[in-house]
């Protein structure tokens, strides 16, 4: 791949009402945390520029709103994504149990492919004190589940930026591997073309 193209990736970021899902996405982007944010509707997008594997990527990171009400709708967004974050409150068990499920709804709306859909577990909120979601309970799930997982603190700045990232590559070596099967195929007659499919 050309190092000087640019990739656009679009990454989704979901999980529970009230994990911390805007403050990891505004901590990633801006650097920035504030205590109070209104819950997200729908959705709102973030864009972010970086340079990884010397491919530049632009980003394109969808914060989805955790209300129940809105989970049909928000699901519509996932149409087209590269790769999704599942985010979780260390100090919230429903938040966490709650994972299949927003697993589920992502999976439910991806298009399979050659390449396994990439997603990373976050674990927000490891400042605070009331901790309830053990940390081996949650490498068990997210190892069951082949997932990586990073515990994080939107408001400290804590592995956010290395957990953005690790699904970036992820979702740019998908990304690649998509590109090559493709350019292969092209490559191939009508005859082989047919042949691959069948065999």
């Not at 709650?98 to 991806?110: E, F, H």
Request: charged share 25%; aromatic share 10%; proline share 3%.
């Amino acid at each position: 791949m050309n190092p000087r193209k640019k990739v656009d990736l679009k990454l989704i970021i979901v999980g529970a009402l009230g994990v911390g899902k805007t403050s990891l996405l505004h901590q990633y982007v801006h650097k920035t945390f504030f205590e109070d944010y209104q819950t997200t509707l729908g959705a709102s997008i973030l864009s972010k520029i970086i340079i990884l594997n010397d491919t530049t990527l632009k980003l394109q990171i969808w914060d989805t709103g955790g209300q129940e009400r809105f989970r049909s709708m928000v699901s519509t967004f996932y149409k087209g994504s590269d790769g999704c974050i599942l985010a979780f409150d260390v100090t919230d068990l429903e938040s966490f149990e709650a994972l299949n499920t927003w697993r589920g709804d992502v999976l439910a709306k991806i298009i399979p492919t050659e390449q396994s859909y990439p997603m990373v577990a976050l674990g927000n909120k490891i400042d605070l004190e009331d901790r309830q979601v053990p940390q081996e309970v949650a490498q068990d799930w997210c190892k069951e589940k082949n997932i990586p997982y990073f515990e994080v603190s939107a408001k400290n700045d804590i592995n956010v930026v290395q957990a953005f990232e690790m699904l970036a590559s992820r979702a740019l070596s998908r990304y690649r591997n998509t590109e090559n099967y493709l350019t292969d195929s092209i490559k191939l007659s009508p005859e082989d073309q047919t042949r691959r499919r069948c065999c």
